[in-house]
T-cell receptor, first 113, second 115 residues
Framework: AQSVTQPDIHITVSEGASLELRCNYS??????LFWYVQSPGQGLQLLLK??????LVQGIKGFEAEFKRSQSSFNLRKPSVHWSDAAEYFC???????????FGSGTQLTVLP | GAGVSQSPSNKVTEKGKDVELRCDPI?????LYWYRQRLGQGLEFLIY????????KSGLPSDRFSAERTGESVSTLTIQRTQQEDSAVYLC?????????????FGPGTRLTVT
């Protein structure tokens, strides 16, 4: 069965600092991977996705993620965090056989001024 | 255009009562998904519709949960005889085709509290 692990429940960074959110997955086939962001009272918004090809994918709001098959990881990065980036971030894996997204438990990001 | 909408935004109900949660997907989206998000946890898949057919009901936690969809339009998630462990945010998403790799667009959710 597939699974997604986000080891960090809560991360705090200062505005302007760099950010890396970790995501590890377990899946027997080629994974389709996603990062979503959820702001308070809002639905989830897709930041970026990886299907195949270039292992470094660019997303919205200046985010990028790198797929590393050898490490079963898909970490999200941003060079310089803005206060508006404070939110909860979810990594997700698509299972073609089950036609569903499997989500990690999320990482809550706090941005200090 | 309009995004995915859900109603009500908040629902407080007494244990043992039935509740209905509604989802209006983006017009033209053939696939619709329901997820549950318990406090401090990730999203848990409940059910998936392709058109008005639900090929995968494996995520429904018990027979108290059921869902329907009218054509490629509105969907209703019904929870009968609610229990306190049903308290969660219920999120609906829709996607254009339902191949899975197309983007799922999420609604704002319905926060259900069972007292």
């Amino acid at each position: 069965a597939q699974s997604v692990t986000q080891p960090d429940i809560h991360i705090t960074v200062s505005e302007g600092a760099s950010l890396e959110l970790r995501c590890n997955y377990s899946y027997g086939a080629t994974p389709y991977l996603f990062w979503y962001v959820q702001s308070p009272g809002q639905g989830l918004q897709l930041l970026l996705k990886y299907f195949s090809g270039d292992t470094l994918v660019q997303g919205i709001k200046g985010f990028e993620a790198e797929f590393k098959r050898s490490q079963s990881s898909f970490n999200l990065r941003k060079p310089s965090v803005h206060w508006s980036d404070a939110a909860e971030y979810f990594c997700a894996l698509y299972s073609g056989s089950a036609r569903q997204l499997t989500f990690g438990s999320g990482t809550q990001l706090t941005v200090l001024p | 255009g309009a995004g995915v909408s859900q109603s009500p935004s908040n629902k407080v109900t007494e244990k043992g009562k039935d509740v209905e949660l509604r989802c209006d997907p983006i017009s033209g989206h053939t696939a619709l998904y329901w997820y549950r998000q318990r406090l401090g946890q990730g999203l848990e898949f409940l059910i998936y519709f392709q058109g008005n057919s639900a090929p995968d009901k494996s995520g429904l936690p018990s027979d108290r949960f059921s869902a329907e969809r009218t054509g490629e339009s509105v969907s209703t998630l019904t929870i009968q005889r609610t229990q306190q462990e049903d308290s969660a945010v219920y999120l609906c998403a829709s996607s254009l085709v339902g191949s899975g790799v197309d983007e799922q667009y999420f609604g704002p959710g319905t926060r259900l509290t069972v007292t």
